[in-house]
Each structure stands twice: as structure tokens, then as C-alpha cells.
């Protein structure tokens, strides 16, 4: 047989509850009071049937430190409220506000304290760490003043509505400059500084917002009329949109200066200095962009502004030799077309820009300079369509397979491997020749002697 369980021990909680209804010992009624392991339901049922007052009070504030939080609602605090009602003893009350991890419980005791002091002390803690059901309670109830305004200087929550608790509003506007100053939500910043009654400080929070956010930038930038601030966010501002916006509404000449020289967006140092009427310190802007710029299109772009056309040349010549984006752009501005026609060969071998260069490329001794060299099966192929130098197409038609045969190849082994000149003796651009190591079986190929061949009967046929 099994070791007897009373029924107020049942782990059925209707069962149990019921047990405890019906039993009248006091010594029993109290040891299931006090036994922690049990559900609070049980406890509580127990404990109202106790007739020693100071020990049910007792009992039900060791079960009200340990409610824990079923919901963050009303209902959990009704609850709490029921549980100390029949609690009146100042200590015992005071231990709860003090140390119950409910804060439901906390308010409750502290509403039922004679020390008002130490009760509008429990709500400012609580309105200072809970910003839930809990939190508002303790809110409605604190009124010392010294407290609010602590609070509202250090709490995460509840900042707004504490500030306007406040009698003194000068204090009340302290509080709203901290919060446009610290804090890291841009709406609470532009909630702030739109409350605060010191505008030039608002118009500095509004910058600082902006420079940040460009969702802000047009409600806050017309809110803004220091021309100062104005300029600082057309330098600062990281997005283009935002920091033309706040240049646009500037026309001091000191200041767009500054912008030209200094904006961290060099688009917008361009289009500060197109609106300086000193052409002298534009034309400082825009040589200091051509010659040292990062960007290549931003030099291309300031060397079109350049009077001096010898320096815009440079500048495009070194693009076009050594940049890495804009070769083309830069190459269709230079006078030189000998050095454009090489630089387009360059291009036209291993750029990314390859078919639109060798659209480009005229002279025919390049021309098959790219068929050698390039890298691109597609360039090769589209070149020899273009020739027009007969004995250029017979150099090719007696070239050797290494040089212009294509393979397309199954691979087999572990992993893909491209050759781009370290096991190939003709890299191409993903394909492989028949040098490469690599192959396997042959499945496909391409003869550019073969193209060149048919090019060649094209030209005889319309001569």
C-alpha cells in the first residue's frame, strides 16, 4: 500500500481547495498556511480561516512577497490587493514595499502605509524601473516634488508625463532639454525640443536630429533659421537629399565656401561651389576635387568646371589610366584619341567594360592586340566580326589551337576551379584551353580561326 496523502495535499486544485474548506483544526489550518511548496490559492484559503490575526497577517504577507507576476494587468493587481487587505501591521507592510519582487504588491502595501514619505518613495522606484500596468499606478500616485523631478532626470520611463507633474516649470523645461540632449530616440529628441521654450537650443537638437535621420529632413528643416546650423547640416548630413535641401536655403558666401570645402558628400562640395560667385574659390574647389578626390566620377565631374583645360586633361588621362570605375568616361574626354584608342584596348582586355570599349577601338593593329590578350571569349569573337584588315584575318586563320580554339569542359573532382593565368597558357574567363590541366572530356568547342575565316569570305565577297 502507498503512503496515505491528504486530500488538501491533491495535486487536483479544486480537490484540494475544497479539503481546506472543510477543515476547521486550526493547528492543520496553519501548517498548510505556512507550507511555501504549496499553491497560493491553498495558502490563502488556509489563512483566512486562521482566527489569530497577527499570525494570518503574517502568513498573508510572506504569500504577497512571493506572488509572482501572472499577468501585468488589473487582475494581478486586484489580486495583490485582496491578499494584504486583511494586513494592517506598519512593519510587516513596510518589509513588502520594500521587498517584493511584485510590484503590484509594492503599490498595494505602500497605498495602506502611514509613512506617506516612505510611500511616495516605493512609487518613484517603481515608476523609475517598470515602465508597465505597475509603473502607471505608481505614476497616478506620486506626488512629492523633489522625488518627481529626480525621476524624471533619471528614469528611463515615464519622462513626458513627470515633467508635467511638475509645479515649477522651469524645472519642467530642464527636464525636457536633458531628454533632447541624451536621449537616443530621435522622435523623444524632436518631442523634446518641440516642448522646449529655449529655441535656439531646440534648433541645435533639430540639426543634431537631422544629421542623423534623413526621415526628419523636411519637418525639422524648416523649423530651423539659424543659417549656422543650416550649413553644419549640409556638411555633416550623410545623405545627398538632405544635406542639398539645407544648402539650397543658404546664400551666404562665407558659408557655402566652408560647405564646398569641407562637406562630407563631394557632390555636395561641387554644387557649393557652382553657387559661389568668387570664380577664383571655385575654381580652388573644384582643382582640389580633380586632383586629390577619391572618387572618379567626381573628378571627371570638377575638371568639366575647370577654365584651365590643360589641368582637366591630366585629370582625365590619369583616371583613364589608372582608375578603376569611370576609364571610359574619362577616355571619351581626352583630345588625345591615340591615347583614348589605347586606353580603350586596355578596357577592351580586362576591364568590366570590355564590349562597350571595343566598340570604340578603330585602329586595327589594337584591334587585334585585343583578340591576343583579352581574357573575354565574347570580345574576341565580336572583334574579328569588325576587322577590316585582311592580313590581320590570315594571322589569325593560321594561328595555332592553344591560341584560339575554346573548349567547354566536364571537370571532375571536389570543387570548380577558374584558371586566370596560373594553370593556363591562355586564360579565359570562364571557360578553359586546351593547355588547362583541368580538362576532362571534351563536350563543346569554339574556333576563332574559324570566325576569322568566315569574316575574311565576307570582305572579299563585297569588294
Not at 506620486?142 to 529626480?150: E, K, M, R, T, Y
Request: hydrophobic fraction near 40%; glycine fraction near 2%.
Amino acid at each position: 500500500m502507498g503512503i496515505f496523502k491528504p486530500a488538501w495535499q491533491s495535486e487536483n486544485l479544486d480537490r484540494a481547495l475544497k479539503a481546506v474548506k472543510r477543515i476547521n483544526s486550526q493547528a492543520k489550518l496553519i501548517v498548510i498556511a505556512k507550507n511555501t511548496e504549496l499553491d497560493i490559492d491553498i495558502r490563502e484559503t488556509a489563512a483566512s480561516k486562521i482566527i489569530d490575526d497577527a499570525l494570518a497577517q503574517e502568513i498573508y504577507a510572506d504569500i504577497a512577497k512571493k506572488l509572482r507576476y501572472f499577468n501585468i494587468s488589473s487582475v494581478d493587481f486586484e489580486y495583490a490587493g485582496r491578499l494584504l487587505e486583511r494586513v494592517n501591521d506598519q512593519q510587516l507592510l513596510t518589509d513588502i514595499a520594500k521587498t517584493s519582487t511584485n510590484d503590484h504588491v509594492r503599490i498595494v502595501a505602500a497605498d495602506k502605509l502611514a509613512d506617506k514619505s516612505f510611500a511616495q518613495c516605493v512609487y518613484a522606484e517603481i515608476v523609475k524601473s517598470d515602465n508597465t500596468y505597475s509603473g502607471n499606478e505608481a505614476l497616478k500616485r506620486l506626488n512629492d516634488q523633489a522625488l518627481i523631478f529626480d525621476v524624471a532626470m533619471n528614469s528611463r520611463y515615464f519622462r513626458f508625463e513627470l515633467a508635467e507633474k511638475l509645479e515649477d516649470k522651469t524645472l519642467t523645461q530642464e527636464v525636457y532639454a536633458d531628454i533632447a540632449k541624451t536621449r537616443y530616440n530621435n522622435f523623444e529628441k524632436h518631442k523634446a525640443a518641440d516642448r522646449l521654450t529655449d529655441r535656439i537650443l531646440a534648433q541645435k537638437i533639430y540639426a543634431e536630429i537631422i544629421i542623423s535621420d534623413s526621415y526628419y529632413t523636411s519637418s525639422l528643416l524648416e523649423k530651423i533659421t539659424d543659417p549656422n546650423l543650416i550649413a553644419d547640416i549640409a556638411i555633416h548630413a550623410g545623405k545627398l537629399e538632405t544635406s542639398s535641401a539645407a544648402l539650397a536655403k543658404l546664400t551666404d558666401q562665407n558659408l557655402i565656401y566652408n560647405i564646398a570645402i569641407n562637406a562630407l558628400l563631394v557632390d555636395i562640395c561641387i554644387e557649393a561651389a557652382d553657387k559661389l560667385t568668387d570664380e577664383t574659390l571655385s575654381h580652388e574647389v573644384y582643382t582640389n576635387i580633380a586632383k586629390n578626390n577619391k572618387s572618379e566620377l567626381a573628378r571627371i565631374e570638377a575638371a568639366d568646371k575647370l577654365t584651365d583645360k590643360a589641368l582637366a586633361l591630366e585629370v582625365y588621362a590619369d583616371v583613364a589610366k589608372n582608375g578603376l570605375y569611370c576609364r571610359m568616361e574619362a577616355a571619351d574626354k581626352l583630345t588625345d584619341r591615340r591615347l583614348a584608342q589605347t586606353i580603350y584596348t586596355d578596357i577592351a582586355i580586362k576591364d568590366y567594360e570590355y564590349g562597350l570599349a571595343a566598340m570604340k577601338i578603330t585602329d586595327q593593329d589594337l584591334l587585334f592586340e585585343v583578340i591576343k590578350k583579352s581574357k573575354f571569349k565574347e570580345v574576341r569573337e565580336s572583334v574579328i566580326k569588325s576587322l577590316t584588315d585582311q592580313n590581320i584575318l590570315t594571322e589569325i586563320i593560321n594561328g595555332s589551337e592553344t591560341e584560339y580554339v575554346y573548349i567547354w569542359e566536364t571537370i571532375e573532382g571536389p570543387s570548380f576551379t577558374d584558371c586566370f593565368g596560373s594553370n593556363c597558357v591562355n586564360p579565359v574567363s570562364g571557360y578553359r584551353c586546351n593547355d588547362c590541366p583541368y580538362y576532362k572530356i571534351s563536350t563543346n568547342s569554339l574556333d576563332l580561326r574559324e570566325t576569322a575565316r568566315e569574316r575574311l569570305a565576307e570582305l572579299n565577297k563585297n569588294s
